[in-house]
């Protein structure tokens, strides 16, 4: 596993529990807020596994009434459109109806996978016409504390 290399202060963390962590992330709460992060702690998560982490996390966003959610994918490496593609199709929309509509995403500084990001969500929305993303409040962050702020 890589160390988290990040420029995120303490402070913008410092409001975060930590709700449960597994092999590919770790998921904090912050109950005050309504906000739930997920950073991701590797640089590929396997599609069953990444189901999985995101089925036990739309449990805590129903049960804490969760409204925003913070995506920090900066260790990946690699891009999976069959997870993106159920992330959006699926989760997102499950969430959307729990009211979860604020989705942050903090992605590696890394142009090729800001590419891949891009094309995929062209994929997403070149097979499934009727899947608006502007449904949802989709910001690209820099840093937690940008995230946090937005």
């Known amino acids: 596993m890589q160390p988290v290399v990040t420029t995120d202060s303490l402070q913008a963390k410092s409001h975060f529990e930590?709700?449960?962590a597994s092999?590919?992330?770790?998921v904090?709460?912050?109950?005050?807020?309504?906000?739930?992060?997920?950073?991701?702690?590797?640089?590929?998560?396997?599609?069953?596994?990444?189901?999985?982490m995101f089925r036990r996390m739309a449990e805590l966003i129903a049960k804490e009434q969760i409204t925003k959610f913070?995506?920090?994918?900066?260790?990946?490496?690699?891009?999976?459109q069959p997870s993106?593609?159920?992330?959006h199709l699926v989760w997102k929309?499950?969430?959307?109806?729990?009211?979860?509509r604020q989705h942050?995403?903090?992605l590696p500084?890394?142009?090729?996978?800001?590419?891949?990001v891009e094309v995929g969500r062209q994929k997403i929305k070149q097979n499934h016409p009727d899947f608006k993303f502007e449904r949802y409040d989709i910001r690209y962050c820099k840093s937690l504390e940008e995230a946090l702020s937005e």
Not at 36 to 50: G, H, K, Q
Not at 93 to 100: D, H, I, K, S, T
């Open 18 to 20: 930590e709700s449960f």
């Open 23 to 26: 092999r590919y992330a770790v």
């Open 28 to 52: 904090s709460l912050d109950s005050e807020r309504k906000i739930v992060l997920c950073t991701i702690t590797c640089s590929y998560i396997p599609m069953a596994e990444f189901q999985t």
């Open 70 to 80: 913070i995506f920090d994918k900066r260790l990946l490496t690699a891009f999976h």
């Open 84 to 87: 993106m593609e159920w992330y």
């Open 93 to 100: 929309e499950e969430m959307y109806q729990l009211g979860m």
């Open 104 to 106: 942050r995403k903090l």
């Open 109 to 116: 500084n890394d142009r090729l996978f800001e590419h891949s």
